[in-house]
């Protein structure tokens, strides 16, 4: 299955400041991301919520920040 293969990849070799996990299947991910040091974000931590559809890749995935975002 593609999206487990990706998040295997994820898990691997994660972007810096970026960390995903599992909420409740394997559709429905919960990332955390840390503001960039040279941006207005450093320092910031931002919480996603991230739902893939049966029919992902070819339907792009709904995220939410859940952190407020100004």
Request: with cysteine; net charge neutral.
């Amino acid at each position: 299955m593609r999206i487990l293969a990706e998040y295997q990849n994820f898990q691997r070799d994660p972007p810096e400041g970026c960390k995903v996990m599992f909420v409740d299947s394997l559709f429905h991910w919960e990332a955390i991301m840390i503001g960039p040091r040279s941006s207005p974000y450093a320092g910031g931590i931002f919480l996603l919520d991230i739902h893939f559809s049966d029919q992902h890749p070819f339907k792009a995935p709904k995220v939410t920040f859940q952190t407020k975002v100004y």
